[in-house]
């Protein structure tokens, strides 16, 4: 009975730091915005850009993984700014947001400004950059930390829609 | 309650909870987006490590003209840090030496947090920040190496901070006659209640390097993400150029004689309010002409109306500065500064290029007065970021780092 609780545990502990393990990480380069875009058309949803080297990037991240369960109609879309980043430490950060998401995305050229620039123009990888479209499609950039007041109320209007 | 059944039920609403947050929110999209997302494009041949094979971390500093360069190497997962010297202003270099024969130091480096050095006369010290995986960013306390014999040979050396565990990051260093300098950030305070903050640090040693005095804090509340640079003038005084907090803008101060700290003035006032991650910071020099001193500054900032690098002077120790003047374009991020007392000024910065970023000089022959137009130095088709400047005795020698998507290289220019 001693063994089968050990094993019990065991498995406990593996399924807890598993959650995201189904969680597909994509390649993010030249155009994927545009896909994305595409993607979500007339659909609200947050794209986010992080870094593992950004602090007020995994705030952030944290804020969200406390708030979208309450927000199911609006999609959270991540991108990881460091080009190639392994996937463990992606998972690791989404694991420590408390996002549990099916599909993540990472920078997947060498030259990350090319995909800055394909983005906007005048971004040369300041962060966290977090990129707000509502249902009508319309954008709007926030360029630092988003407050989670501002956040709440964004979300919540996008949800009565 | 039967223990066995307890624990039966306890694995059954973890298993059921663990398997209820895989749906996320986007499953409830549309059937189309459902199929999108199986057609999802298959990942492309990853490189092995995100970070660059080849230079990874590029340094410079001038001792009576002679150059000091330190670069730090990555490959295949290994770090290691190298030093050579140059004797003629960057024509020559002396065969590399690997510091500390390590094909695998302990290092978290970057080019924008580079590796550090400084020397005086035979003692030379490098320092970086060490690679910690314990912690969240993997950015351990800072490591130090020593050389007393003009960089031949090298030990573990003490590190300046007194507050060990660090982490420290963000370094640099200085030397002139009387002693060496090094300032850095840390968070040896604890959280500030200002989102993502560390303090501005500084500690002197008179003996080369072997041991470092008690700590300064010069700024509690600085940027965490950006690079600091300190110079010496001829007169016993230690400038400090860093990014300040509330607002986003480039600060400097000066530590006096007697060891006072002054923060004296913004350089570039633009009044960045940003909550974020900037990882751009500012180069500092200094030019005696006819006894008039003139302190040269490049500088710069996200600022939605000031985007890119500014050239800024001041004629009186700091305290008040010129007119921005825009260098490049608005791509323009990380730039540094460099003035002869012949009059002449040069300031090198990357921006964006045809093929991406690109390295690029401009010149003022009258002291910052009037500049060129920007030139690319940097080789076309290649990325080239973050290059530094030094004077050295005829001119200028400016490095930076390019990569040709396979591999990332020193290159070397003199002005």
């Given at each position: 009975?001693?063994?089968?609780?050990?094993?019990?545990?065991?498995?406990?502990?593996?399924t807890i730091n598993t959650v995201n393990a189904d969680l597909s990480i994509l390649p993010f380069s030249k155009g994927s915005?545009?896909?994305?875009?595409?993607?979500?058309?007339?659909?609200?949803?947050?794209?986010?850009?992080?870094?593992?080297?950004?602090?007020?990037?995994?705030?952030?991240?944290?804020?969200?993984?406390?708030?979208?369960?309450?927000?199911?109609?609006?999609?959270?879309?991540?991108?990881?700014?460091?080009?190639?980043?392994?996937?463990?430490?992606?998972?690791?950060?989404?694991?420590?947001?408390?996002?549990?998401?099916?599909?993540?995305?990472?920078?997947?050229?060498?030259?990350?400004?090319?995909?800055?620039?394909?983005?906007?123009?005048?971004?040369?990888?300041?962060?966290?950059?977090?990129?707000?479209?509502?249902?009508?499609?319309?954008?709007?950039?926030?360029?630092?930390?988003?407050?989670?007041?501002?956040?709440?109320?964004?979300?919540?209007?996008?949800?009565?829609? | 309650?039967?223990?066995?059944?307890?624990?039966?039920?306890?694995?059954?609403?973890?298993?059921?909870?663990?398997?209820?947050?895989?749906?996320?929110?986007?499953?409830?999209?549309?059937?189309?987006?459902?199929?999108?997302?199986?057609?999802?494009?298959?990942?492309?041949?990853?490189?092995?490590?995100?970070?660059?094979?080849?230079?990874?971390?590029?340094?410079?500093?001038?001792?009576?003209?002679?150059?000091?360069?330190?670069?730090?190497?990555?490959?295949?997962?290994?770090?290691?840090?190298?030093?050579?010297?140059?004797?003629?202003?960057?024509?020559?270099?002396?065969?590399?030496?690997?510091?500390?024969?390590?094909?695998?130091?302990?290092?978290?480096?970057?080019?924008?947090?580079?590796?550090?050095?400084?020397?005086?006369?035979?003692?030379?010290?490098?320092?970086?920040?060490?690679?910690?995986?314990?912690?969240?960013?993997?950015?351990?306390?800072?490591?130090?190496?020593?050389?007393?014999?003009?960089?031949?040979?090298?030990?573990?050396?003490?590190?300046?901070?007194?507050?060990?565990?660090?982490?420290?990051?963000?370094?640099?260093?200085?030397?002139?006659?009387?002693?060496?300098?090094?300032?850095?950030?840390?968070?040896?305070?604890?959280?500030?209640?200002?989102?993502?903050?560390?303090?501005?640090?500084?500690?002197?040693?008179?003996?080369?390097?072997?041991?470092?005095?008690?700590?300064?804090?010069?700024?509690?509340?600085?940027?965490?993400?950006?690079?600091?640079?300190?110079?010496?003038?001829?007169?016993?005084?230690?400038?400090?150029?860093?990014?300040?907090?509330?607002?986003?803008?480039?600060?400097?101060?000066?530590?006096?004689?007697?060891?006072?700290?002054?923060?004296?003035?913004?350089?570039?006032?633009?009044?960045?309010?940003?909550?974020?991650?900037?990882?751009?910071?500012?180069?500092l020099d200094f030019q005696t002409i006819a006894g008039k001193n003139r302190q040269h500054a490049v500088v710069g900032t996200?600022?939605?109306?000031?985007?890119?690098?500014?050239?800024?002077?001041?004629?009186?120790?700091?305290?008040?500065?010129?007119?921005?003047?825009?260098?490049?374009?608005?791509?323009?991020?990380?730039?540094?500064?460099?003035?002869?007392?012949?009059?002449?000024?040069?300031?090198?910065?990357?921006?964006?290029?045809?093929?991406?970023?690109?390295?690029?000089?401009?010149?003022?022959?009258?002291?910052?007065?009037?500049?060129?137009e920007a030139e690319q130095i940097s080789k076309a088709g290649m990325r080239a970021t973050h290059p530094r400047i030094v004077?050295?005795?005829?001119?200028?020698?400016?490095?930076?780092?390019?990569?040709?998507?396979?591999?990332?290289?020193?290159?070397?220019?003199?002005?």
């Open positions: 009975m001693m063994k089968l609780r050990l094993i019990l545990c065991v498995v406990m502990l593996f915005f545009s896909d994305i875009k595409k993607q979500y058309h007339n659909k609200p949803f947050v794209l986010i850009f992080w870094s593992e080297t950004c602090s007020y990037c995994m705030k952030e991240l944290a804020m969200f993984g406390k708030l979208y369960k309450q927000y199911p109609d609006i999609a959270i879309i991540t991108v990881a700014t460091d080009p190639f980043l392994e996937d463990e430490i992606v998972k690791g950060v989404l694991n420590q947001s408390q996002l549990e998401l099916n599909q993540t995305w990472v920078f997947a050229e060498q030259f990350p400004e090319r995909i800055y620039a394909d983005i906007n123009k005048r971004w040369r990888g300041e962060l966290p950059v977090t990129h707000f479209f509502d249902g009508n499609n319309q954008e709007t950039r926030h360029l630092g930390i988003v407050k989670e007041d501002e956040l709440i109320e964004w979300l919540t209007a996008q949800s009565a829609h | 309650m039967n223990k066995n059944l307890l624990y039966i039920l306890i694995f059954a609403v973890v298993l059921n909870t663990s398997c209820s947050t895989r749906n996320s929110v986007e499953t409830s999209v549309s059937p189309q987006h459902t199929a999108e997302i199986k057609e999802a494009p298959s990942k492309p041949k990853k490189h092995k490590h995100h970070i660059p094979e080849g230079v990874i971390s590029a340094d410079i500093f001038n001792d009576n003209n002679r150059l000091h360069l330190l670069t730090g190497k990555h490959s295949q997962g290994k770090k290691s840090l190298w030093y050579q010297y140059s004797t003629d202003g960057g024509k020559s270099w002396s065969i590399e030496n690997k510091i500390l024969n390590d094909d695998n130091i302990s290092a978290k480096i970057v080019r924008g947090n580079d590796a550090q050095i400084t020397a005086q006369g035979s003692n030379v010290v490098v320092s970086w920040t060490k690679h910690d995986k314990t912690t969240r960013f993997h950015a351990g306390a800072m490591l130090a190496a020593r050389s007393t014999d003009g960089g031949e040979t090298w030990q573990y050396s003490e590190i300046p901070p007194d507050w060990k565990q660090g982490p420290h990051g963000y370094i640099d260093m200085t030397a002139d006659n009387h002693a060496m300098h090094a300032v850095w950030l840390d968070s040896r305070n604890g959280p500030s209640g200002v989102n993502a903050s560390q303090g501005l640090r500084y500690a002197r040693s008179i003996d080369g390097g072997l041991s470092w005095q008690a700590n300064n804090t010069l700024d509690k509340l600085s940027c965490s993400c950006c690079w600091n640079t300190i110079k010496t003038d001829t007169k016993g005084n230690t400038y400090v150029l860093y990014r300040d907090k509330q607002p986003s803008d480039l600060s400097i101060g000066v530590i006096d004689k007697k060891q006072q700290w002054q923060r004296l003035n913004h350089v570039g006032a633009f009044d960045w309010q940003f909550d974020g991650c900037p990882h751009i910071g500012g180069g996200g600022h939605p109306q000031h985007l890119g690098i500014h050239y800024l002077y001041s004629d009186d120790a700091g305290k008040n500065w010129s007119t921005a003047k825009q260098l490049g374009d608005e791509s323009a991020i990380h730039a540094d500064i460099a003035a002869h007392d012949n009059g002449r000024v040069v300031t090198v910065w990357d921006m964006m290029g045809e093929d991406g970023l690109a390295v690029f000089f401009a010149e003022s022959k009258d002291q910052g007065v009037h500049w060129s004077k050295t005795k005829n001119g200028f020698l400016s490095i930076w780092t390019e990569n040709n998507g396979h591999i990332q290289t020193l290159a070397t220019k003199r002005l």
